[in-house]
């Protein structure tokens, strides 16, 4: 067979565009064996529900590559739904998240589902059928690294665990075909855009929470970002210091030599 990828070979046809959304759960690993279980088989019933609750059953049920990541689960669908995912879906599952955490905290007071959700569109190649190969390509792989971006995660961070169930990275190619293209009824003033670096991705990303609660309303997504990005950048222009001094406090008797070293270069004699 030819090497269609190979350089001078014949051009590979573009894959078809998909939309990709993966979500997980924030501090999966804090939960107990038992628990973690419960919330793996569960994750794929809220996600589901967000869908019909959104009135897009259809979207769930027709769902592309579905792929359970251990502690959140993703899946593929045709771009025309993205104006109603972006505009209903988020909202919903929300809702159902927050209906969730009642009989979550019933069976254990310490157990929670609070959710990051990540919304990409690129083309992406479908897994040849009856096999177990994943699917795999930039934008699928993007999607899953948005998840990872600090914004995201800094927003559950700053929010009430009983108020805000679930932040949202959107991409800035869904920001621009669906947003601010004017496709959905989701106004583009209720995203808050940042950028971002991670491994091989870098670029602006817009971040959007259906229910902001504590740090979030008192000093708005954008503020408390802004003063992110400003500390970061003030750690990275800052020289580091080629040393340390550190005072210790020696306590008890001591009739010896006590000798503290940073950096040693050369013998070190004590006569």
Known sequence: MPDHGAEGGEPVELPPYRAVLVVDTKEFGSNSDPDQAHLVEIVPEV???????????HVWQEALFPHNTGDGFGIGFDTRHLPAVVSKFFDALQDV?????????????????????????????????????????????TTHRLLDSQPVRDVLTRSDPDQTFLSVVLSQRVFDDVLAAGFATLPASRVVPRFVRLKEYSGTVYLYVPKPSGDLLSHGIAEYQQDLDAAQAVRETTPQPAGTITSNVLSGGNTGTTIQVGHLHGGLHNK
């Open 47 to 57: 996600v589901a529900l967000g869908f019909e609750r959104a009135g897009l059953g």
């Open 97 to 141: 998240l927050a209906a969730r955490d009642v009989r979550l905290r019933a069976r254990d007071r310490r157990l929670r589902l609070r959710m990051r959700a990540s919304l990409n569109v690129g083309p992406v190649r479908d897994a040849p059928p009856g096999g177990t190969a994943a699917v795999v390509g930039s934008a699928v792989i």
